[in-house]
Antibody
Framework: EVRLVESGGGLVKPGGSLRLSCAAS????????MNWVRQAPGKGLEWVSS????????YYADSVKGRFTISRDNAKNSLYLQMNSLRAEDTAVYYC??????????WGQGNLVTVSS | DIQMTQSPSSLSASVGDRVTITCRAS??????LGWYQQKPGKAPKRLLF???NLQSGVPSRFSGSGSGTDFTLTISSLQPEDFATYYC?????????FGQGTKVEIK
């Protein structure tokens, strides 16, 4: 069974940093592109970033480019999102998602990040 | 960037109704589109991939069609468990983009 479990969220002040993790199990992690998707309270889904299986290809939404860094450790079956210079508008539930026949078939349960003073 | 315009933003329907939701891409995306269902407090669940292929385990009352720029999600006979918000997602090119969502409510 594919399982994705996010962690690392919480309350952070504007300008602060946070690192999200996504622990993967139930599949060969090193074979799949992984994604981060977020959802602000009461809003729709927003794609944040993607990383290919070998980390050769990395993409970011304009809204986070230069502030967020996606990475992965295939030996640890883990995906990460380093978030710096956080803003109030980054407040959201962050989901990691695995691609399969398209961008996002399997999703984690989500992790809330709140940016507030 | 490819914009995905989803309509309607919300609709009210009764159990048993046929419901149609559309997504229009700002440029051709072949059939590189998925449809997702999201219930409050839960992660999205993919219903269809490649525009018209039903995900395993998803009821056959859900169907999708379209290619290029115009896509449709149809629920042939709305069931109580189908009241949720639905999104399309294009994966033809980065940045990936979602439609704005369609909230299906009980009439």
């Amino acid at each position: 069974e594919v399982r994705l479990v996010e962690s690392g969220g919480g309350l952070v002040k504007p300008g602060g940093s946070l690192r999200l993790s996504c622990a993967a199990s139930g599949f060969t992690f090193s074979s799949y592109t992984m994604n981060w998707v977020r959802q602000a309270p009461g809003k729709g889904l927003e794609w944040v970033s993607s990383i290919s299986s070998s980390s050769a290809y990395i993409y970011y939404a304009d809204s986070v480019k230069g502030r967020f860094t996606i990475s992965r450790d295939n030996a640890k079956n883990s995906l990460y999102l380093q978030m710096n210079s956080l803003r109030a508008e980054d407040t959201a539930v962050y989901y990691c998602a695995r691609e399969s026949l398209g961008a996002a078939q399997y999703w984690g349960q989500g992790n809330l990040v709140t940016v507030s003073s | 960037d490819i914009q995905m315009t989803q309509s309607p933003s919300s609709l009210s329907a009764s159990v048993g109704d046929r419901v149609t939701i559309t997504c229009r891409a700002s440029q051709g995306i072949r059939n590189d589109l998925g449809w997702y269902q999201q219930k409050p407090g839960k992660a999205p669940k993919r219903l269809l991939f490649d525009a018209s292929n039903l995900q395993s385990g998803v009821p056959s009352r859900f169907s999708g069609s379209g290619s290029g720029t115009d896509f449709t999600l149809t629920i042939s006979s709305l069931q109580p468990e189908d009241f949720a918000t639905y999104y399309c997602l294009q994966h033809n090119s980065y940045p990936l983009t979602f439609g704005q969502g369609t909230k299906v409510e009980i009439k």
